[in-house]
């Protein structure tokens, strides 16, 4: 059964940086694609980045781009958003998403596994 377990989440001040790690269980996912999307208060789930297998490719949504960057370890099948320079409207729930697929989607639905989340707190 696959598992996705994310860590790395907490309050930060406006300016600061944070890391969020996913470790992925149950199977091999060296062909597959990871990322993150995220969800605020009152507001749509929205993708925020992701990864291909090899890790070579990554795509991220226009709001992070520049601030966040997306590695991945395949060794460890363990994916890290490194997220700087945050602001107030980063704050939001972040859930570690995983498809059985290498094209890197922006829906939430094309992804097959999620995360419980891990909770983001910028303050201003």
């Known amino acids: 059964q696959v598992q996705l377990v994310e860590s790395g989440g907490g309050l930060v001040q406006a300016g600061g940086s944070l890391r969020l790690s996913c470790a992925a269980s149950g199977r091999t996912f060296s062909s597959y694609a990871m990322g993150w999307f995220r969800q605020a208060p009152g507001k749509e789930r929205e993708f925020v980045a992701a990864v291909s297998g090899s890790g070579g490719t990554t795509n991220f949504a226009g709001s992070v781009k520049g601030r966040f960057t997306l590695s991945r370890d395949s060794a460890k099948n363990t994916v890290y958003l490194q997220m700087n320079s945050l602001k107030p409207e980063d704050t939001a729930v972040y859930y570690c998403?995983?498809?059985?697929?290498?094209?890197?989607?922006?829906?939430?639905?094309?992804?097959?596994?999620w995360g419980q989340g891990t909770q983001v707190t910028v303050s201003s």
């Open positions: 998403v995983l498809r059985r697929g290498s094209y890197l989607h922006t829906r939430a639905e094309e992804y097959d596994y």
